[in-house]
């Protein structure tokens, strides 16, 4: 593949590859160990959770400003060796059985991560052509499918091999490999600082407040970014129900006594439709444009979470789970090469801002339901059945506002190319 015979790609993708690993052994073996050793109180793997998500909400004013006016390549490898660094903290918390200090730290954690996701993202904008963001998006959600495919297994095969302190160990150096990889990246300084060099002493409250602003007012000047960012919430709010789904659908429905093993399976499905949909994730769009792939994988996708709300056979609803995941990951792929032509690389940091606080809160409200409401109020059945009707819901207001501002997307992007070339 082209994409890999650039040397800067290479380094970004394999340090984005064993930053997932190590967080997502982590974070598995996280949760079943709070599982095992509180098992009656379900609400503290929902309160880790939390501290994943909530973190964003703390941030967010900063993320952007800092990934658009600071060094990129920096930020990136420096939130690698603070988590790092955190990690060790975390588990001498463990073993000192300090596990509200522990929920504090996962909480630091997590938010020195919100710093990465910008910065990488906008270094890996500035390392590709145009023509190959859709490539890159459909390689980033085979690597995804790779670790729902192998995450949950692997976290548990960590835990119940090494316990929870091995699997922090492996979570820890994928940190350090991460920041190395990162480090040893040429990029062009253009790259690393589009908006020309600037250090962290000359950034300032009101300036930040104004860089904020401003990606309010670049979001609202694009009409069919707004409307594509408008379903984020929505969003947030299903991967909050979907971070604990799969725990809780085994242990408290479907296999009590064997959750470990068929929660594992559960996410090895997802991961197979994850490859199966990102391998023709590209074709779909070429063949049926990504206005098209993105509303028909919505409203598949939701109807069949709606479905799986009443299946009583685990098989059947694993067999629902790789539906989710083949037709979701053409989606993805639709999100993550179509942002990066939407978004001029010098904002690409302030669309962030905005973007990841809006599906954090909804991920958040999510969760702070679920702590309250579950098992009590709500069962595992209405998880499905919310997942299914938020999804749906997003998908038919796509399906009414996408088309017809793309159409006037791509009217002005011929005229302006038309003038270009007069000129």
Same mark, same amino acid.
């Given at each position: 593949m082209l994409l890999f015979k650039n040397p800067a790609f290479t380094k970004l993708f394999f340090a984005n590859v064993t930053s997932q690993l190590g967080t997502t052994v982590g974070n598995f073996a996280f949760a079943f160990y709070l599982l095992d050793r509180f098992s009656s109180q379900p609400y503290y793997a929902t309160i880790a959770e939390l501290m994943y998500s909530l973190p964003t909400l703390a941030v967010f004013l900063?993320?952007?400003?800092?990934? =658009? !006016?600071?060094?990129? $390549? $920096?930020?990136?490898? /420096?939130?690698?060796?603070?988590?790092? #660094?955190? *990690?060790?903290?975390?588990?001498?918390?463990?073993?000192?059985?300090w596990l509200i200090v522990a929920f504090v730290i996962l909480? &630091? !954690?997590?938010?020195?991560? $919100? @710093?990465? #996701?910008?910065?990488? *993202?906008?270094?890996?904008?500035?390392?590709?052509?145009?023509?190959?963001?859709?490539?890159?998006a459909g390689l980033n959600q085979s690597v995804a499918g790779i670790f729902m495919l192998f995450g949950m297994g692997l976290g548990s095969l960590a835990y119940q091999f090494l316990g929870i302190e091995g699997? &922090? +160990?492996? =979570?820890?150096v994928s940190f350090i490999m991460s920041g190395i990889l990162i480090s040893l990246c040429r990029i062009a300084p253009e790259v690393c600082q589009p908006s020309g060099k600037v250090h962290i002493r000359d950034l300032n409250l009101r300036l930040i407040v104004s860089d904020f602003r401003d990606g309010f007012h670049y979001i609202w000047g694009h009409k069919l970014l707004l409307a594509i960012i408008s379903g984020t919430l929505l969003f947030g709010f299903i991967n909050g129900v979907f971070a604990v789904l799969p725990l809780f659908m085994m242990k408290y429905k479907l296999s009590p006594d064997n959750y470990e093993l068929y929660a594992s399976l559960f996410m090895t499905f997802l991961g197979l439709g994850f490859l199966v949909g990102s391998v023709f994730g590209a074709s779909l769009i070429k063949k049926f444009s990504k206005v098209n792939v993105l509303i028909v994988g919505l409203?598949?996708? #939701?109807?069949?979470?709606?479905?799986?709300? @009443?299946?009583? /056979?685990?098989? &059947?609803?694993?067999?629902?789970?790789?539906?989710?995941?083949?037709? +979701?990951?053409?989606? /993805?792929v639709v999100f993550g090469s179509w942002f990066p032509e939407l978004v001029d690389p010098k904002n690409m940091g302030k669309v962030n801002a905005w973007m990841e606080p809006l599906m954090m809160l909804g991920h958040s409200i999510a969760l702070g339901i679920i702590a309250l409401a579950f098992p009590r109020w709500i069962s595992v059945e209405v998880l499905n059945l919310?997942?299914?009707?938020?999804? *749906?819901?997003? #998908?038919?207001?796509?399906?009414?506002?996408?088309?017809?501002?793309?159409?006037?997307?791509? /009217?002005q992007q011929q005229l302006e190319t038309e003038r270009s070339a007069a000129v």
């Open positions: 900063f993320v952007g400003v800092l990934a =658009d !006016r600071l060094d990129r $390549k $920096k930020i990136a490898a /420096n939130s690698d060796w603070i988590r790092a #660094g955190l *990690t060790v903290v975390l588990l001498l918390c463990l073993q000192a059985d909480f &630091l !954690r997590s938010a020195v991560s $919100k @710093f990465f #996701g910008p910065a990488e *993202t906008g270094l890996l904008q500035g390392v590709m052509d145009p023509d190959q963001y859709v490539h890159a699997a &922090l +160990i492996i =979570d820890g409203l598949l996708t #939701g109807i069949v979470c709606l479905v799986m709300g @009443f299946l009583e /056979n685990i098989w &059947l609803y694993l067999f629902a789970t790789f539906i989710i995941g083949s037709s +979701i990951s053409p989606v /993805n919310l997942i299914g009707v938020c999804i *749906t819901g997003v #998908g038919i207001y796509y399906a009414f506002v996408i088309p017809s501002l793309n159409r006037k997307h791509n /009217n």
